[in-house]
């Protein structure tokens, strides 16, 4: 079972940057998919982006498109979620998740909640106007 701990959260002002961390530990991390989600209040959990361990292929969601760049260090098995342009819709509860490729063979890794199996306990961040 992976554990995942999410660091970086915080408050900004619209059309600022944040960059977040998540350090996954599992030992299939380079055959694994690593996901970035958040969650608004009142609202069902959207998928930002993802990651697979071992290219670092990388995808996106529409609504971060352009605004957001995952990365990862394989060697520390962290992935980070680099935003810019804040906009107050931005704010939510973000979170790391992951799954053994092998379970869904799709390419690229899936912005789909169901998918992933671990997550973390998120980070909070607010974007305000």
């Known amino acids: 079972q992976a554990q995942l701990v999410e660091s970086g959260g915080g408050s900004v002002q619209a059309g600022g940057s944040l960059r977040l961390s998540c350090v996954v530990s599992?030992?299939?991390?380079?055959?694994?998919?690593m996901g970035w989600f958040r969650q608004a209040p009142g609202k069902e959990r959207e998928g930002v982006a993802s990651?697979?361990?071992?290219?670092?292929?990388?995808f996106y969601g529409d609504s971060v498109k352009g605004r957001a760049t995952i990365s990862q260090d394989r060697a520390k098995k962290m992935v980070y979620l680099e935003m810019n342009s804040l906009k107050p819709e931005d704010t939510g509860t973000y979170y790391c998740?992951?799954?053994?490729?092998?379970?869904?063979?799709?390419?690229?890794?899936?912005?789909?909640?169901?998918?992933?199996?671990?997550w973390g306990q998120g980070t909070q961040v607010t974007v305000s106007s």
């Open positions: 990651l697979y361990g071992g290219s670092g292929s990388t």
């Open positions: 599992v030992d299939t991390y380079e055959t694994n998919c």
């Open positions: 998740a992951t799954f053994p490729r092998a379970y869904l063979r799709t390419s690229p890794c899936p912005t789909t909640e169901y998918a992933y199996i671990s």
